[in-house]
């Protein structure tokens, strides 16, 4: 079974501009969620998704925002980027929502924000 | 509102000695506790988690952590070191339904001394 895909691997963008993060969960699994992971604030969760709806929400601005189709698959959207949105980016898919079921983690996108 | 601390952001041991990584944790219901390893330039994988079974639990790679109510704490352990064991390792809390999602820990980066 084919783990849980994020694209793009690597991203550099500038202040300013907008961009959009892709994960594919494991197939089979409903929740999705994504993360922020920084060297100063460490691992932070932005927001889950589940059948299409957005469950639960982390302490984060209205620029992040997210998404989540009818096959599972999520993107997540940053607008007007600043510097501190540079980060890895995690997605995590896992068969029910809320965090119970494990949660399997994709290899990340790392965001460059110049 | 739920928080994580783990003591030690660095912590060795020699190859073949205990390991011991602790984690203190703060949550207003009976919590779901997990510990999650990151290996260098890849995503998370979970170790083990508890969620109000058997207060000790057995993961994977020999670790395991026991729930003590009365401490707040899910330290992890494993009886002997081995060099692959090398890697950063976050605790984390949630609570049921998952409204405040997942909450991580500053993380304890591993050190294996050979």
């Known amino acids: 079974k084919a783990g849980v895909t994020q694209t793009p691997r690597y991203l550099i963008k500038t202040r300013g501009q907008q961009v959009t993060l892709s994960c594919s969960p494991i197939?089979?699994?409903?929740?999705v969620s994504w993360y922020q992971q920084t060297p100063g604030q460490g691992l932070q969760f932005l927001f889950e998704?589940?059948?299409?709806?957005?469950?639960n929400k982390g302490n984060f601005p209205g620029r992040f925002s997210g998404r989540q189709f009818s096959n599972s698959r999520s993107e997540m959207n940053v607008s007007t980027l600043e510097l501190g949105d540079s980060a890895l980016y995690l997605c995590a898919s896992s068969l029910g929502q809320g965090f119970v079921d494990t949660q399997y983690f994709g290899p990340g996108t790392r965001l460059t924000v110049l | 509102a739920q928080s994580v601390t783990q003591l030690g952001s660095h912590v060795s041991v020699s190859e073949g000695a205990l390991v011991l990584l602790r984690c203190n944790y703060s949550?207003?219901?009976?919590?779901?506790l997990f510990w999650y390893v990151q290996y260098p330039n890849q995503g998370l994988q979970l170790l083990l988690k508890y969620t109000s079974a058997a207060t000790l639990v057995k993961g994977i790679n020999g670790f395991e952590a026991e729930f003590k109510k009365s401490e707040t704490s899910f330290h992890l352990t494993k009886p002997s070191a081995h060099m692959s064991d090398a890697a950063e390792y976050f605790c984390?809390?949630?609570?049921?339904?998952?409204?405040?999602?997942?909450?991580f820990g500053k993380g304890t980066h591993l050190i294996i001394q050979p």
């Open positions: 949550s207003s219901v009976p919590p779901y």
């Open positions: 998704y589940f059948s299409e709806t957005q469950r």
């Open positions: 984390a809390v949630s609570e049921l339904g998952g409204a405040d999602g997942l909450t």
């Open positions: 197939s089979g699994h409903r929740s």
